[in-house]
C-alpha cells in the first residue's frame, strides 16, 4: 500500500485468501499498517502479517463473522457476527469481550485515532452513536462498557474519531464535526452547572480521563468527588494517581498503604491489595490465589476476622497456622455466645510446642467447660493454669452459675481473697471467711462477718471484726451491751470523737448512777442541753461546768448560751469564782470582772488573775481603771501583790508600765532574795519588750546581767569550774548592795572560790570587806578563822584576767569586762560564762535567742541540759554557729 521504499522489496509470491485448502469464505476483511485481516462463514478471524508474508494469528468464533473492524496499530478489533453480536477481540492474548447493549442496527465501527485514548471506540447506526470504552486494566480484569449515546443529525455519515470530535460527511458531501456528549467535558467547564458537573466527572471517569477529572473535582470541592475519583483510580489500578488524590483528602492511612504497594508487580497481587482496599473482598481472594502469593488470601481473611473462610484457606496454603486460627475464632465464638463451638476450636488450638499460646488455649477450654456444664473439668483446668486472672473470670462463671462453693475455691487460689470471702459468705461458710478475713481489705465483708459472729453470740470476734471495719459506733456498743467493758468503750470515744459512741457511754453511765461520766459524755455527744438539765437535776453543776470549761479538750461545741446558763446558776448558788469564770467565757467582762472582786481572799490569786484575763480580753477602760484601784487597795485598803499589776500591764499590751512594774518586783523580790523569781520576772519582760521592738531601759538590762551571773556561778562551781565563778563571784560582789539578804554569805563565798581559783589579791580585798564591824559577826564560823588569817597575812599576787577582743572595735579588753574603753560600747555577754562576746565564736540559744561563746556554750551542755538563761531543754547538736553576728551588734541598745 505505502509506495516508499518498494524498488527495495524483494518480489513476493501472490497469495491469494482464502487459501485452496481452506473451507470458508471470506464474508469481510480490513487492511492496517501491519497487517491483513479477515473474518470467514466459518467463524475465523485469520490476520496475515504482511512483513513476514504469513498467517499470525487465527481465531475461532461459535457463528460466522459479518464484519471487522481493527484499531489503527491492528491490536484490537471489533467483529460483528452472524447474530449481530459485537465483541472485542486482542490478539495479543486472544482475549474476547463481549459489548454490552449493542444494537442489531448498527452499521460500523469506528476507533478513536487519538493515540492517548487508546481503548475507545464507536458503533453507530442511521440516527445515533454509542460510545464504547475498552477497559484493558482494571482489578476485574478486562471489560468493554458502554459510557454513552449521541444523537446523529440526519444524513450524517461518520468518517473520522479524534480525542471526542466525530468528522461526518453531509448529504451534500460537506464535511462536519460534531462532539461527542461523552466528551463534553472538553469544552469549558466554567459555564456547566453543579449538577452537571457531577455527570461530567462520572463521563471523564468512565473515559480514564483522570487529569480532567482532577480538574473537575477541583471546581466541585467536595470530598465525595473526590472520594469518587480515587475508587476509581483504584478501579484502574492507577496507583500513583491514587495516592495524589488521597493525600488530596488528607486520608494519610491510604496514602501510606499505597505507597508500599508501588514496588508490586505482580499484577494479581497488586489488583488483590487493590480491591481489598474497594472492600471486594471475594475478589480480593481469587486475585491473591491466583497471584504468586496465595498466602495473602489468608492474612486477608485473618484480619478480617472470617475465622470460617481463613480455616479453609489455612487447610490448603499454611497448615501450621490452623491451631493459631482455631484460637481467634474460639475467642470470637466465646464472645458470641457459642460457647460448644468455641471449646471444640479452642481443643483445635493447642500446638504442645507453644507454651504462651497453649495457655490461652487451655484457658479457653477451663472457661467453655464450665459454660458447658462441665464443671469439674473446668475447675481442675483452671486450678492447674498458672494465670490468676483466669481463676477470676472462671470464678465469676461459676458464682453467676450459682456454684457458691467451687467459685470460692477459684477466688481463693487466684488469692482474690476480697471475692473469695464474699462468695463464702453467701454459702455461709464463716469458718472460710475467718480464715481469709486477715488477707481481706472490704470493710463491707468484715461488717457482715462481725454481724454474723454478733448473732452467733461470739462477741469477741464480732468486736474485732467491727474494728477492722473502723465501725466504732458498732465496738463501743458490743463492749458496753455485751462485753461490759465500759474503760474500752470509753478508750475508744476518747480517740475516735464518735458522737453516737459518746451518747452510748452517756447512758450506760447513767445506768450506772455515774453522773458525772454521764455528763462528760453527753457534752462530748453535743447535747449540752440534757447535760445541763442532769447536772441541775443531780447537784453536778460543777463537774458540768468544769467540762464545759475544758470543751476543746472534749471537742465539745459549747455556745455562749451554755456558758450564760451556768454562769447564771452559779451566780445563784454565790459561787463568785465559778459564775466570774463563765461570764467571761460568754464575753459579759463587765459581770465576770464584778464576780471575781467579790471573791474571798482563799481563792484570791486565781480570782485576780482570771480579772486580769477579763480586763485584757474586754479592752475597756472603766473596767481597767476598777481593777487597778482594787490592786491599789483603794477599795479595801490593802494593796495587792505588785505582780498582779505587772500582769495586768502585760495584758493590756501597756509594755511600758510593764516594764516599770518589773523592775519594782524584781528589785522586791531581790531584796528577798528570791533571785530566781527576780530573774524570770526581767527575762519574760525583757524578752516580751524585744518582742514588741520596745528599747530595753539599760535599769533592767543591768540587773538582769548581774542576776543571771549570781546564777551562773552555782553551774560552774557544781561544775568545779573554779575560775569562772570566782570571776562571777567578783562582779556580784562588785555590786553588793543588789543582794542586801545575802551581803555576808556571798561576800563569803567570793573570798572562798577566788581563794579555791588562785586570785589571791581578790580573795584579800573582799576578805578586808568582810572584817568590817557590821559583818564581822555574821561570818559563818567554819570559815572565819580562815579570812581573818588571810587579812593578817595578806598574799596579793594574782595573774592578769585573759584578754580578748572587743566586738565591736577590736580593742583587747579582760574578758569579763562589759566595757569597752576604746568605743565606750556595752558589750553583749555571753549566757553561758558571763564574759563578753568574741565575733569569731558566736552562738545563739534556739529559743530565747541570747547569745554565747559557741565554743563555752558547747562545753557547758556537755553536762547541762537546759539553757542557763530561758531554762529550756537544750542540746549540744541543736547549737549553731553564727558567722555573720552583725544583727546583734546594736551600739547602744541596752543603755
Request: glycine share 6%; proline share 4%; with cysteine.
Amino acid at each position: 500500500i505505502e509506495s516508499e521504499g518498494l524498488e527495495g522489496r524483494e518480489e513476493r509470491e501472490t497469495r491469494l485468501f482464502p487459501g485452496q485448502d481452506d473451507k470458508c469464505r471470506i464474508l469481510c476483511h480490513a487492511l492496517t499498517a501491519d497487517f491483513l485481516i479477515y473474518g470467514t462463514d466459518t467463524g475465523t478471524v485469520h490476520y496475515f502479517y504482511i512483513e513476514d508474508w504469513q498467517y499470525v494469528n487465527e481465531y475461532r468464533h461459535t457463528v460466522s463473522v459479518k464484519k471487522i473492524f481493527p484499531d489503527p496499530n491492528g491490536t484490537r478489533l471489533v467483529f460483528i457476527d452472524d447474530k449481530s453480536d459485537g465483541f472485542v477481540y486482542c490478539p495479543v492474548n486472544d482475549g474476547v469481550f463481549d459489548i454490552p447493549n449493542f444494537s442489531p442496527t448498527i452499521k460500523g465501527i469506528m476507533w478513536e485515532n487519538w493515540p492517548v485514548d487508546k481503548g475507545v471506540f464507536i458503533a453507530y447506526d442511521d440516527d445515533k452513536v454509542y460510545t464504547y470504552v475498552f477497559h484493558k486494566d482494571t482489578i476485574q480484569g478486562s471489560k468493554v462498557i458502554l459510557a454513552g449515546g449521541t444523537k446523529l443529525p440526519f444524513s450524517h455519515k461518520p468518517l473520522l474519531l479524534y480525542n471526542g470530535e466525530l468528522t461526518c460527511q453531509t448529504q451534500s458531501g460537506k464535511t462536519n464535526s460534531i462532539l461527542l456528549n461523552t466528551h463534553l467535558f472538553l469544552s469549558s467547564l466554567k459555564e456547566t452547572g453543579p449538577n452537571d458537573l457531577g455527570r461530567v466527572l462520572t463521563q471523564t471517569l468512565m473515559l480514564k480521563r483522570f487529569s480532567e477529572a482532577w480538574d473537575v473535582c477541583k471546581v466541585l470541592n467536595e470530598p465525595s468527588a473526590w472520594n469518587e475519583l480515587a475508587r476509581a483510580c483504584l478501579h484502574h489500578m492507577e496507583v500513583e494517581f491514587a495516592i495524589r488524590v488521597y493525600r488530596m483528602l488528607s486520608n494519610v492511612g491510604m496514602v501510606m498503604s499505597l505507597e508500599q504497594l508501588k514496588g508490586i508487580e505482580d499484577h494479581n497481587l497488586l489488583a488483590g491489595h487493590l480491591a481489598m482496599f474497594t472492600n471486594d473482598f471475594n475478589l480480593a481472594q481469587d486475585l491473591y490465589l491466583a497471584s504468586s502469593c496465595p498466602i495473602a488470601a489468608l492474612e486477608m481473611r485473618r484480619d478480617l476476622q472470617h475465622w470460617d473462610s481463613a480455616l479453609q484457606l489455612a487447610k490448603r496454603l499454611a497448615p501450621e497456622q490452623i491451631p493459631f486460627i482455631s484460637k481467634e475464632y474460639a475467642i470470637q465464638l466465646e464472645f458470641t455466645g457459642d460457647y460448644v463451638n468455641a471449646l471444640a476450636h479452642y481443643e483445635k488450638g493447642l500446638t504442645g510446642d507453644n507454651k504462651e499460646h497453649d495457655e490461652a488455649c487451655l484457658a479457653g477450654v477451663a472457661r467453655m467447660s464450665i459454660r458447658m456444664g462441665d464443671i469439674r473439668r473446668g475447675v481442675n483446668q483452671a486450678i492447674k493454669h498458672p494465670s490468676r486472672l483466669l481463676k477470676k473470670d472462671c470464678g465469676a462463671i461459676l458464682e453467676s452459675m450459682k456454684q457458691y462453693s467451687e467459685a470460692a475455691q477459684l477466688f481463693e487460689k487466684g488469692q482474690y481473697y476480697d471475692k473469695a470471702a464474699s462468695v463464702y459468705i453467701r454459702c455461709k461458710n464463716w469458718a472460710k471467711v475467718g480464715e481469709l478475713l486477715p488477707n481481706v481489705s472490704s470493710p463491707k465483708i468484715h461488717l457482715q462477718y462481725a454481724k454474723a459472729k454478733e448473732a452467733d453470740g461470739r462477741y469477741k470476734e464480732a468486736a474485732m471484726a467491727f474494728e477492722n471495719t473502723k465501725d466504732w459506733d458498732n465496738v463501743i456498743r458490743i463492749h458496753l451491751d455485751h462485753l461490759n467493758n465500759p474503760e474500752e468503750a470509753v478508750r475508744i470515744v476518747r480517740e475516735t470523737q464518735s458522737i453516737d459512741g459518746a451518747k452510748m457511754v452517756a447512758r450506760f453511765f447513767l445506768r450506772l448512777s455515774d453522773y458525772g461520766s454521764a455528763i462528760q459524755f453527753l457534752v462530748m455527744s453535743k447535747c449540752n442541753d440534757e447535760a445541763f438539765q442532769l447536772a441541775q437535776q443531780h447537784n453536778q453543776m460543777e463537774v458540768y461546768a468544769d467540762i464545759i470549761g475544758h470543751c476543746a479538750v472534749y471537742g465539745s461545741d459549747a455556745t455562749s448560751e451554755d456558758y450564760q446558763s451556768i454562769a447564771l446558776y452559779f451566780e445563784g448558788e454565790k459561787k463568785h469564782f465559778l459564775a466570774g469564770k463563765f461570764f467571761l467565757l460568754c464575753g459579759q467582762h463587765a459581770r465576770a470582772l464584778k464576780h471575781f472582786l467579790k471573791c474571798p481572799n482563799t481563792e484570791d490569786s486565781m480570782a485576780i488573775e482570771m480579772a486580769i484575763e477579763t480586763v485584757g480580753h474586754a479592752k475597756d477602760e472603766a473596767l481597767t481603771n476598777q481593777l487597778i484601784d482594787y490592786l491599789m487597795g483603794e477599795s479595801d485598803g490593802m494593796p495587792k501583790d505588785a505582780k498582779y499589776l505587772f500582769r495586768l500591764y502585760m495584758a493590756l499590751k501597756q509594755y511600758r508600765e510593764a516594764a516599770r512594774t518589773a523592775i519594782i518586783i524584781a528589785r522586791e523580790e531581790q531584796s528577798a532574795g528570791n533571785y530566781r523569781n527576780a530573774h524570770d520576772v526581767l527575762f519574760s519582760m525583757y524578752t516580751e519588750l524585744r518582742a514588741q521592738k520596745i528599747k530595753i531601759p539599760s535599769e533592767m538590762a543591768t540587773n538582769l546581767m548581774i542576776l543571771h551571773s549570781y546564777i551562773l556561778v552555782k553551774i560552774h562551781v557544781k561544775r568545779g569550774d573554779h575560775m569562772k565563778g570566782a570571776r562571777m563571784l567578783i562582779r556580784v560582789a562588785n555590786n553588793i548592795s543588789k543582794f542586801p539578804s545575802h551581803i555576808v554569805p556571798i561576800l563569803t563565798s567570793t573570798v572562798i572560790e577566788c581563794h579555791r581559783a588562785g586570785l589571791k589579791n581578790s580573795a584579800f580585798s573582799f576578805a578586808a570587806m568582810l572584817m568590817r564591824p557590821e559583818y564581822r559577826n555574821k561570818i559563818d564560823l567554819k570559815y572565819k578563822k580562815k579570812i581573818e588569817a588571810m587579812v593578817r597575812h595578806p598574799d596579793t599576787s594574782e595573774a592578769d584576767e585573759p584578754t580578748t577582743p572587743c566586738p565591736f572595735c577590736e580593742f583587747q579588753l579582760p574578758e569579763c569586762e562589759l566595757l569597752c574603753p576604746g568605743c565606750k560600747n556595752n558589750l553583749p555577754y555571753c549566757i553561758a560564762t558571763g564574759r563578753h562576746l568574741v565575733k569569731e565564736d558566736w552562738a545563739v540559744c534556739p529559743h530565747c535567742d541570747f547569745p554565747a561563746l559557741y565554743s563555752e556554750f558547747k562545753i557547758l551542755l556537755d553536762t547541762e541540759t537546759t539553757c542557763p538563761m530561758c531554762s529550756e531543754k537544750l542540746r549540744a547538736d541543736q547549737l549553731k554557729k553564727v558567722t555573720d553576728c552583725t544583727q546583734y551588734l546594736k551600739p547602744g541598745e541596752e543603755e
